[in-house]
């Protein structure tokens, strides 16, 4: 029996690991300013709420949970919950006030549950947990806002504050080259975002260096590599990623024009929304198409002639 692990599972344990490290650096050293029982609180309710809807669910469908059978399952199981309840605390900020982390995380759970679509032949969720929890928070709380760019680099300067970043990109972009696979996806997010800059200065007269500069701070970087890249939301097909980062990228610079702040995560809930249309609206088609297709008639089954031997007895 082999022991290679699955490539998706390996890459969110080495996310979980990452966005740990990166919250105890951050609440030790970095100037994180959220109260110390925020991360504390994120990951307690990303697991209560994941191991009751998974236990619901399996309910439901007659099956069996999959945090069930051996440690090692429920560590895997709790995975994603871990990264998106770390996730939300680190990205949001509430002051002191813990239910809008505790809001947020509910909502990234929850949607991996409710919001479910057939895609490639297999059922999956299309909204990507964190972004969609962050976002819910930020249209239903107009009090809370996103941690300021100077918040993940505020205790360090010289060569440190480059350092961070550079090391995040790195140890990122080996984790979306070898085991998610989504290079493309940010190359076209990227391509995307210079694209949009560049109109954006030449259409809307927008300073080009402003619209640019946002691609060198940590918050841009842990997007890039560790929001928009999420494998179970994403496109496989490296055409469809590309276009799909470019996309986020577009609706990125549309909501700018807009004047709507947050738009980072605003531009990708709205593309994931969009995938999901597209994909209900594919779904329907082919329906559709089956429904029109000419049933064959009902032709009457012929009954065969006795044999003369059987009808020499009758």
């Known amino acids: 029996m082999s022991g290679r692990v699955d490539p998706r599972i390996a890459a969110l344990r080495r996310f979980a690991i990452s966005i740990t490290a990166f919250n105890i650096l951050g609440f030790l050293f970095l100037g994180f300013e959220q109260a110390y029982l925020t991360p504390i609180v994120g990951v307690a309710t990303a697991y209560a709420v994941s191991l009751f809807l998974e236990t619901v669910d399996a309910w439901a469908r007659h099956g069996v949970a999959r945090y069930r059978g051996s440690f090692t399952n429920l560590v895997n199981f709790l995975l994603p919950a871990h990264i998106a309840g770390l996730a939300c605390a680190m990205l949001l900020y509430a002051n002191d006030d813990l239910w809008p982390t505790i809001f947020a995380v509910t909502v990234a759970v929850s949607g991996k ?55 995040i990109l790195a140890s990122g972009t080996m984790l979306n080259a070898k085991l998610t ?72 610079g549309g909501l700018v024009l807009m004047h709507i702040t947050f738009g980072l995560f605003y531009a990708l809930t709205i593309v994931c929304a969009g995938r999901l249309v597209l994909a209900l609206a594919l779904q329907a088609w082919r329906a559709l198409a089956v429904a029109r297709q000419p049933r064959p008639l009902a032709l009457p089954v012929p009954v065969p002639e006795p044999r003369a031997e059987e009808a020499a007895v009758r």
């Open 181 to 252: 696979r989504r290079m493309p996806l940010i190359a076209g997010w990227l391509g995307g975002f210079v694209l949009q800059a560049l109109v954006r200065a030449v259409v809307f007269h927008h300073a080009l260096d402003s619209a640019l500069l946002t691609m060198v701070g940590v918050a841009f970087v842990l997007f890039t590599n560790y929001m928009i890249t999420d494998p179970g939301t994403t496109p496989f097909p490296p055409r469809a990623q590309a276009v799909f980062g470019a996309a986020t990228a577009l609706v990125y």
């Open 113 to 167: 549950y409710i919001v479910r679509v057939k895609i490639a032949g297999a059922v999956r969720h299309v909204f990507n947990p964190s972004n969609l929890g962050i976002s819910v928070t930020l249209l239903c709380f107009s009090w809370v806002s996103i941690a300021p760019p100077y918040h993940f680099t505020e205790n360090v300067s010289g060569v440190p504050d480059w350092l961070i970043p550079a090391v």
